[in-house]
Structure formats: C-alpha cells, structure tokens
C-alpha cells in the first residue's frame, strides 16, 4: 500500500511541477513514506534521514538550491512529534490520510519549518481529493480499495495507525480501473489491510467487484491482498473459481497455528477453522497457491505452540509465506503482556520454520517445471534478450524473448527453478501472444 500510496503522492505534485528524480542527490524535495509494523522498518526511518542529511547539508552548503524532507506514511502518523524533535532535518511529517494536502503543506513549509499533519482519519476525504488521473508506467498496478482496520489483533499497529476500516465507493473503484486498463495496465492488484472486508456501499463485496472488474476490457488479471480469514464469504471463495480472471493465488495470513496464542492475538479464528477454510477455497479452486503471514515469538509462545505453526504449516503447504520474529509495538496489548519470548529463542524458531516454508516454495516451484504458464511479462531481464513476467501463481519466470512482449501475455514452457524465480522458454508463434489466459 505504501508503494500505490507514493505513486499518488507524485501525482499530487506533478501538477506543482515536480518529477521523479533519480536519486536524493538529484532532488528538491524527498519523501520517505514509512512503515511502522514492526521496530526493524521504524527505526530504518531515523539511519536513512541520517543519510539524508548529509545530502542535505552537502546540497546547501555548496549554494545550491536546498532540499526540502518530508517524512509521511505511518511513522509519520504514529511517532510525528517526536520525529520533529529526534530529526530536525525533517521540514515536514504528513500521515497516510493527509497526503493530498502536500501542495498546502509544501508551501507553508517554505515559510516556516515544523508542518505536522498527521492526525486525522479522513481517507474518504483523501480519496476525493486525489487527482483522478493516475501516471502509471508498466502493465501491473495497485489500486487501494479499502483502508484501515477494526480488527485489532494484540500485536498490531495498524488499527491505530491507518484508523478504522473504510471502504471507497464500487464506482471510484471501477473508474480508476478502466483508466489503468486503457493506460495499458494488464493486472491489477486491489489493495486493503482488510481487502475481503471491502463493502462499498449498496451490497458491494469483493467478490462482486472483483466480478465486474473482470468484465474490463484488457484487465486479464485480478489480484488482492490482504485478507483476514474472518472476512473470506462464500461468494469471495466461488469467485475465485468462475471468474476467470481472478489469479489463483491467495495471501491469507493465519499468524499462529496454537489456538491458544490465536485467542491472546485476538484473531478470531481457530487452526481447525483455518484449515477448514482453505479446504473449501482448495475445493473452489484445486490450483491455488496459498500465502501467508505468520509471526514467531508472540508473549507467551512455547515451544508446544510452536510446534502447533510448523503443523499446521505443514498441512496447508504454501506456495509462498512470510514470517516474522513478533516485534513489541508501543501501545498494543501484547506489547504489555507477561512472558515475553528472548530474542535468542525467536531467532531459532524462526529459522526453523524458515527452513520449511523454503521447502516447500521450491517443492511448489518444483511442480510447475515441465508445464506450460501463461506468463505476463513486466520488464527486460538483467541480461541482453531476457525477459521477467508472472505466473498466475506469482512466480517471477524469464525467458529469452523480445521486447516487443513486454505487457503481453504468452505461453511459456517452465524448464527451471532458481532460488528466487524460474526459467522457461515461449512456446508457439508470436500470434498467440498477446491477450489470451489460456495457455
Ligand atoms: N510483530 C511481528 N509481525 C507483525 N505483523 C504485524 N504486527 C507485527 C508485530 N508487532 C505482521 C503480521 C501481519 C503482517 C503485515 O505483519 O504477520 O500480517
Ligand atoms: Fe493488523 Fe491485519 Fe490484525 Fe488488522 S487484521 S490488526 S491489519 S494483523
């Protein structure tokens, strides 16, 4: 989200005259837009304005014209005071529901240091004030949906940092959609911390957006994220086996797979109703690829619930995940909760379990070698004549290929597995190229 998030905040500037840069040596004005999840991605924010800053002095020391530093997204959000005070080098700090008012801050800025704009949850009001034109380059995009979260799991910031769950309207949705697709955007990736809540008004779901999004001319592709398992509906999960262009890939965080440390998270789930889950979402869709998220070390974990996860790990079988060493966050419940987890015993689990999830994304990897994807392709490759794309199920592939290819959709033969992607090779004439799924 933070990335849709900068791209729209270079379209809030563009009409002020601003352009990318290549680089903060090159710019007038630079925007960290932060993360706040865990303590590792907040503190990240305070070494790179050190960096910064050295830029900055070198800038204006050598007469030149200055620099201006905004620090926005959550920590913006959550730590804006003390940001001001830690890092003087900052002029302004906006959070991630005040971001369309850059141009007003920018320029009370230029009068005094120490702008603040952080404190209000208004993303409706945010979402109107957005230019409705997008600059997009390349055939994937994100596209926010939702915002925000009412669930308040014990370990998160999020509930508190992006406010409460709000949904924009089914036809703002719709509208920026058939813009990306007539600007060539062959994917796209529809974004919310509690996407399958999305309720757009007037009986509006996911899974009947995601209906009527696929009806778009040249949009071959639907994906979301992220989802919370209380929030899958029985329509969501048949979408994912008629609409034919919603990919067959799933991120669905489960965080934990002790019933005991899912009840302390708040969650809301069990294990048994999980798997039970993905049961019926497999029963819809036999080929999905599951993601997920899932945390070690939250307080009171032991070694039995541990064990608990790489079960039920075990039997999901993901195609992908991400794990994390739970991080103590100021101001959630768990931050506050007895029998919290040493740093040492975090780390063994997680590798531990690390070594599994590994394990089996190349067995998922494994499996595809041999049969023919239709693969979307995003970019050249590092080599001469290489070409990146996607599978449906999310996984980078190159071939050899031309250029011509790039935002086309085409067959490919998976001949290989790499540690992070595969290899492959086009299959067919270039006539069955463009457009078509069917590989
Ligand atoms: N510590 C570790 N991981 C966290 N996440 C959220 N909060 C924390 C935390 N305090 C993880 C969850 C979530 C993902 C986005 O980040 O797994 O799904
Ligand atoms: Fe955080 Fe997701 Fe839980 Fe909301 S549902 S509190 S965003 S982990």
């Known amino acids: 989200m933070n990335v849709y998030d900068s791209e729209r905040m270079a379209d809030v500037l563009r009409p002020l005259g601003y352009g ?24 990240k924010v305070y070494s790179e304005l050190g960096r910064l800053k050295e830029i900055k002095l070198a800038r204006t020391g050598a007469g030149g014209a200055g620099m201006t530093i905004a620090v926005a ?26 971001y369309h008012q850059l141009p007003e801050l920018i320029a009370r800025t230029a ?28 055939c994937t995009a994100f596209l926010t949906v939702q915002e925000g979260c009412d669930k308040f799991c014990t370990f998160c910031v999020v509930p508190y940092t992006r406010g409460a769950e709000y949904s924009r309207p089914a036809a703002a949705v719709i ?29 509006w779901t996911l899974a009947i957006l995601v209906r009527r999004l696929g009806e778009i001319p040249g949009l071959d592709r639907i994906r979301y994220t992220t989802s919370h398992p209380r929030d899958m509906g029985d329509d969501l999960i ?12 799933l991120h669905l965080p489960v965080q934990a797979g002790s019933d005991r440390v899912l009840k302390a998270m708040n969650r809301a789930h069990t294990a048994e109703s999980y798997l039970r889950l993905v049961e019926r979402i497999r029963a819809a869709r036999p080929d999905i690829a599951l993601s997920g998220d899932l945390i070690v070390g939250f307080p009171g974990e032991s070694d039995a619930d541990f064990e608990a996860t ?28 007895g029998r919290q987890v040493d740093e040492a015993v975090k780390t063994e689990r997680l590798a531990r379990l690390n070594a599994i999830l590994d394990e089996q994304r190349h067995g998922f990897d494994r499996d595809t070698v041999g049969k023919t994807l239709p693969v979307l392709f995003e970019k050249t490759g590092r080599n001469p004549g290489q070409l990146i794309g996607k599978t449906p199920y999310l996984q980078a592939v190159w071939v050899e290929g031309p ?3 790039i935002g086309a959709i085409a067959p490919v033969h998976i001949g290989g597995t790499g ?20 590989a």
């Not at 920026?176 to 757009?200: C, D, F, K």
């Open 20 to 43: 990318m840069a290549d680089g903060p040596e090159d710019a007038d004005f630079v925007i960290l837009n932060t993360c706040h999840i865990r303590e590792k991605a907040a503190e």
């Open 73 to 98: 997204g959550c920590v913006a959000q959550a730590e804006g005071e003390e940001l001001m005070r830690r890092a003087p080098v900052v002029d302004l700090v906006v959070g991630p529901q005040a």
């Open 111 to 138: 009068r005094s240091r120490g702008e603040r704009l952080a404190a209000d949850f208004a993303p409706e009001a945010k979402f109107d004030a957005l230019p409705k034109a997008r600059a997009v380059s390349g």
């Open 175 to 203: 509208a920026e959609a058939e813009s990306l697709a007539s600007q060539g955007v062959r994917e796209v990736t529809l974004l919310g911390q509690n996407v399958n809540a999305y309720a757009g008004g007037q009986g």
């Open 238 to 249: 048949a979408a994912h086996g008629e609409v034919e262009a919603l990919m067959p890939y």
């Open 310 to 337: 790489l079960d039920l790990v075990r039997e999901v079988g993901y195609a992908a995940c991400f794990s994390f060493k739970y991080s103590r966050r100021p101001g959630t419940p768990a931050a506050a909760m």
């Open 403 to 405: 250029v011509s290819l």
């Open 419 to 438: 540690p992070n992607s595969l290899s492959g090779s086009l299959t067919g004439s270039p006539a069955a190229a463009p457009s078509s799924e069917a």
